[in-house]
């Protein structure tokens, strides 16, 4: 049996894990096209395409939450409040947010 880990990850860590590659087949810096996965052995070919699929999703996922007033359902603000105490604290209303507070 194949079990698959899904991680919740933020755009920041997308961008990383995709300049890594980038600096490994020495790609232009910020270049995220999916082309370029053609100069790639299959493996990282595979990698490349999946972290920018994921990098277009959260970009959509952020100007959408932007766009119709999201805010942070309060029942991920009560996990928040148990794994750091009860201290108040304000927090922010975006996907990176709801991306701690699942981890």
């Known amino acids: 049996m194949i079990i698959t880990k899904r991680r919740v990850v ?9 300049d890594e590659l980038a600096h490994r087949y020495q790609i232009a810096w910020c270049c995220y096209d999916e082309s370029m996965a053609e100069r790639m052995s299959e493996f990282d070919a595979l990698k490349w395409l999946s972290l920018c699929s994921q990098r277009v999703a959260l970009k959509r996922r952020q100007s959408e939450a932007a766009s119709s007033g999201f805010d942070v359902p309060s029942q991920f ?7 750091h105490g009860s201290q108040s604290m304000e927090l922010e209303n975006t996907c990176d947010t709801l991306s701690e507070l699942a981890a």
Not at 11 to 18: I, S
Not at 77 to 83: D, T
């Open 10 to 18: 933020s755009e920041g860590d997308v961008v990383a894990m995709l």
């Open 77 to 83: 603000r009560s996990i928040y409040e148990k794994k």
